[in-house]
């Protein structure tokens, strides 16, 4: 038999984030954002710039506008958050009236190992043949000391639906969480297969 779920699940993604911005200079050159403090700092300690404060506060009034306005005045019945600086941030900016945010750790960001908080560069120059699987085959690729996005999926992704099977079956349920965590929700989802998600 089919796995009773929530009738509402609604995903958000955290606004542009300091490491985000950092590694999008980077990309184009420009490394003087990865500075020393920022390489120690652990990077569930990554804030909302003021652009990914906008992006959240856009994001709450489009929920209420069409999916609180048509179909859930009262709103949601939980509300999840991961429980990194930058999605709490993100919740919180949100402005949904009423919510009260529960966090949940395994809604965290994939676990990028060893090269979280270097630019991608540094990743290739010091990794290349990780940096070459990464290309060859996203999906299982796992970073070094990391996880990989079917790690991630088989475990705390189908964590999450038992917990939402468990406890929330035909309720309405938010998550605020990242963009990994996400991509792993799509596959369980979605049921891809390996070339279509190469696609």
Known sequence: TAMSMPLHYVLVRHGESEANFARDHAKQGNHEYFTDEYRKRADRLSRLTPKGEEQARAAGAWIQRFIFEPYLPKGFERYYCSPYTRTMETAGSLGLPNASWRLSFLLRERDWGDIEGIPRDEFIKNYPDSAAKQKRDPLLW?????????EMTESRVREV???????????SVISVTHGEFMWGNRYALEHPTLDEWME
């Open 161 to 171: 639906y038992d917990m939402l099977h468990r406890e929330l079956s035909d309720s």
């Open 142 to 150: 796992k970073p070094p000391g990391g996880e990989s996005i079917m």
